[in-house]
Protein backbone atom coordinates (compact mmCIF):
# COMPACT_ATOMS: atom_id res chain seq x y z
CA UNK A 1 0.00 0.00 0.00
CA UNK A 2 2.72 2.27 0.26
CA UNK A 3 2.72 3.02 -3.52
CA UNK A 4 -1.05 3.59 -3.64
CA UNK A 5 -2.26 6.84 -5.29
CA UNK A 6 -4.54 8.88 -3.26
CA UNK A 7 -7.98 7.62 -4.78
CA UNK A 8 -7.48 4.84 -3.23
CA UNK A 9 -6.94 5.55 0.06
CA UNK A 10 -9.44 7.94 -0.62
CA UNK A 11 -12.17 4.70 -0.89
CA UNK A 12 -10.70 4.12 2.91
CA UNK A 13 -12.34 7.09 4.29
CA UNK A 14 -15.75 6.39 5.92
CA UNK A 15 -18.46 8.74 6.99
CA UNK A 16 -18.88 8.59 11.02
CA UNK A 17 -20.69 10.42 13.43
CA UNK A 18 -20.46 13.09 10.69
CA UNK A 19 -16.94 12.67 10.16
CA UNK A 20 -14.38 11.22 7.75
CA UNK A 21 -12.56 9.26 9.51
CA UNK A 22 -10.27 5.96 8.41
CA UNK A 23 -10.10 2.73 10.20
CA UNK A 24 -7.02 2.13 12.37
CA UNK A 25 -6.13 -1.49 10.83
CA UNK A 26 -6.15 1.09 7.10
CA UNK A 27 -3.77 3.39 8.77
CA UNK A 28 -2.02 0.12 10.00
CA UNK A 29 -2.00 -0.82 6.41
CA UNK A 30 -0.32 2.38 4.86
CA UNK A 31 1.78 3.25 7.63
CA UNK A 32 2.98 -0.85 7.58
CA UNK A 33 2.63 -1.25 11.28
CA UNK A 34 0.66 -3.76 12.43
CA UNK A 35 -3.33 -2.30 13.71
CA UNK A 36 -1.75 -3.85 17.16
CA UNK A 37 1.23 -1.27 17.29
CA UNK A 38 -0.81 1.21 15.56
CA UNK A 39 -3.30 1.32 18.85
CA UNK A 40 -0.57 1.12 21.88
CA UNK A 41 0.87 4.01 19.86
CA UNK A 42 -2.44 5.81 20.47
CA UNK A 43 -2.88 4.60 24.05
CA UNK A 44 0.66 5.70 25.08
CA UNK A 45 -0.15 9.20 23.29
CA UNK A 46 -3.74 9.45 24.43
CA UNK A 47 -3.38 13.26 25.34
CA UNK A 48 -2.10 13.73 21.45
CA UNK A 49 -5.52 12.92 20.20
CA UNK A 50 -8.85 14.11 21.37
CA UNK A 51 -12.24 13.22 20.31
CA UNK A 52 -11.94 14.81 17.31
CA UNK A 53 -8.92 13.25 15.95
CA UNK A 54 -9.74 9.79 17.04
CA UNK A 55 -12.77 7.88 18.98
CA UNK A 56 -13.53 4.03 19.37
CA UNK A 57 -16.64 3.10 17.56
CA UNK A 58 -19.52 1.59 19.39
CA UNK A 59 -20.80 -1.82 19.23
CA UNK A 60 -23.75 -0.67 16.45
CA UNK A 61 -21.20 1.17 14.36
CA UNK A 62 -19.29 -1.81 14.37
CA UNK A 63 -22.04 -3.95 13.29
CA UNK A 64 -23.27 -1.05 10.46
CA UNK A 65 -19.86 -1.45 9.00
CA UNK A 66 -19.80 -5.18 9.25
CA UNK A 67 -23.32 -5.40 7.27
CA UNK A 68 -21.54 -2.55 4.94
CA UNK A 69 -18.66 -5.75 4.34
CA UNK A 70 -16.37 -2.34 5.01
CA UNK A 71 -15.09 -4.46 7.76
CA UNK A 72 -14.35 -8.72 8.18
CA UNK A 73 -16.54 -10.12 10.84
CA UNK A 74 -15.32 -10.75 14.46
CA UNK A 75 -14.45 -14.19 15.46
CA UNK A 76 -11.87 -16.75 14.64
CA UNK A 77 -8.82 -14.74 14.82
CA UNK A 78 -10.15 -11.19 14.44
CA UNK A 79 -10.81 -8.37 16.24
CA UNK A 80 -11.93 -8.73 19.81
CA UNK A 81 -12.64 -4.95 20.10
CA UNK A 82 -14.21 -2.40 18.12
CA UNK A 83 -11.86 -0.36 16.29
CA UNK A 84 -10.24 3.04 16.54
CA UNK A 85 -11.04 5.50 13.49
CA UNK A 86 -9.16 8.90 12.92
CA UNK A 87 -10.31 12.03 11.42
CA UNK A 88 -7.63 14.01 9.29
CA UNK A 89 -5.52 15.86 12.21
CA UNK A 90 -6.04 12.46 13.89
CA UNK A 91 -4.06 10.70 11.05
CA UNK A 92 -1.26 13.26 10.92
CA UNK A 93 -1.01 13.01 14.79
CA UNK A 94 -0.69 9.40 14.47
CA UNK A 95 2.30 9.72 11.57
CA UNK A 96 4.45 11.93 14.40
CA UNK A 97 3.63 9.51 17.28
CA UNK A 98 4.90 6.91 14.95
CA UNK A 99 7.81 9.07 14.03
CA UNK A 100 8.96 7.21 11.11
CA UNK A 101 10.39 8.42 7.80
CA UNK A 102 7.63 5.70 6.19
CA UNK A 103 4.77 7.00 8.26
CA UNK A 104 5.57 10.40 7.82
CA UNK A 105 5.71 9.87 3.84
CA UNK A 106 2.46 8.08 3.99
CA UNK A 107 0.66 10.83 6.30
CA UNK A 108 1.11 13.11 3.17
CA UNK A 109 -0.69 10.56 1.17
CA UNK A 110 -3.51 10.42 3.49
CA UNK A 111 -3.59 14.40 3.81
CA UNK A 112 -4.00 14.59 0.43
CA UNK A 113 -6.61 11.96 -0.43
CA UNK A 114 -8.45 13.89 2.56
CA UNK A 115 -8.34 16.96 0.50
CA UNK A 116 -9.11 15.76 -2.53
CA UNK A 117 -12.21 14.54 -0.95
CA UNK A 118 -12.59 17.63 0.37
CA UNK A 119 -12.89 19.26 -3.00
CA UNK A 120 -14.87 16.85 -4.91
CA UNK A 121 -17.34 17.47 -1.99
CA UNK A 122 -17.33 21.32 -2.54
CA UNK A 123 -17.93 20.81 -6.37
CA UNK A 124 -20.56 19.19 -5.68
CA UNK A 125 -22.27 21.68 -3.36
CA UNK A 126 -20.99 24.48 -6.45
CA UNK A 127 -22.99 22.00 -8.73
CA UNK A 128 -26.15 21.29 -6.38
CA UNK A 129 -26.57 25.26 -5.74
CA UNK A 130 -26.39 25.94 -9.77
CA UNK A 131 -28.88 23.41 -10.56
CA UNK A 132 -31.18 25.22 -7.70
CA UNK A 133 -31.20 28.18 -9.23
CA UNK A 134 -31.90 26.65 -12.69
CA UNK A 135 -34.52 24.96 -11.13
CA UNK A 136 -36.23 28.35 -9.81
CA UNK A 137 -35.31 30.01 -13.60
CA UNK A 138 -37.71 27.34 -14.90
CA UNK A 139 -40.47 27.80 -12.31
CA UNK A 140 -40.34 30.96 -13.55
CA UNK A 141 -40.56 29.70 -17.27
CA UNK A 142 -43.53 27.39 -16.53
CA UNK A 143 -45.90 30.03 -15.38
CA UNK A 144 -44.99 32.15 -18.73
CA UNK A 145 -45.27 28.94 -20.76
CA UNK A 146 -48.67 28.30 -19.02
CA UNK A 147 -49.74 31.69 -19.58
CA UNK A 148 -49.17 31.75 -23.19
CA UNK A 149 -51.26 28.14 -23.07
CA UNK A 150 -54.31 29.59 -21.30
CA UNK A 151 -54.16 32.49 -24.36
CA UNK A 152 -54.07 30.05 -26.82
CA UNK A 153 -56.48 27.89 -25.15
CA UNK A 154 -59.21 30.88 -25.76
CA UNK A 155 -58.47 31.76 -29.23
CA UNK A 156 -59.31 27.72 -30.02
CA UNK A 157 -62.30 27.82 -27.96
CA UNK A 158 -65.44 28.16 -29.75
CA UNK A 159 -67.49 31.57 -29.51
CA UNK A 160 -70.97 31.46 -27.14
CA UNK A 161 -74.32 31.63 -29.01
CA UNK A 162 -74.82 34.72 -29.55
CA UNK A 163 -72.26 36.54 -29.82
CA UNK A 164 -70.54 37.26 -32.98
CA UNK A 165 -67.44 35.57 -33.08
CA UNK A 166 -64.43 38.22 -34.02
CA UNK A 167 -62.34 37.22 -36.71
CA UNK A 168 -58.82 37.39 -37.07
CA UNK A 169 -56.52 38.78 -39.30
CA UNK A 170 -56.04 42.13 -41.35
CA UNK A 171 -59.00 43.10 -43.20
CA UNK A 172 -59.32 45.65 -45.79
CA UNK A 173 -62.85 47.10 -46.39
CA UNK A 174 -63.18 47.89 -50.55
CA UNK A 175 -65.34 50.60 -51.41
CA UNK A 176 -66.96 50.16 -55.01
CA UNK A 177 -66.34 52.94 -57.37
CA UNK A 178 -67.88 53.53 -60.68
CA UNK A 179 -65.79 54.82 -63.28
CA UNK A 180 -67.22 56.61 -65.79
CA UNK A 181 -65.58 55.84 -69.17
CA UNK A 182 -65.91 58.79 -71.72
CA UNK A 183 -64.64 57.94 -75.28
CA UNK A 184 -63.16 61.60 -77.23
CA UNK A 185 -62.94 61.84 -80.48
CA UNK A 186 -60.47 62.93 -82.25
CA UNK A 187 -61.68 65.40 -84.79
Known amino acids: MANEPAVMIEDL ?30 KRNSKRFPTDFAFQLTRQELAALISQSVISKTG ?45 LASNKKIAQKFAELEKRLDSQDESIATLFEAIRQLLEPAE ?23 TTNR
Do not use: C
Not at 19 to 35: E, G
Not at 80 to 92: D, L, M, N, R, Y
Not at 161 to 183: C, D, L, M, N, W
Open 13 to 42: ILTIRGQRVMLDSDLARIYRVTTGRLNQAL
Open 76 to 120: RGGRQTPPWVFTEHGAIMLASVLNSPLAIEASVRVVRAFVYLREQ
Open 161 to 183: PGQPRREIGFHVKEQAYSYRVTQ
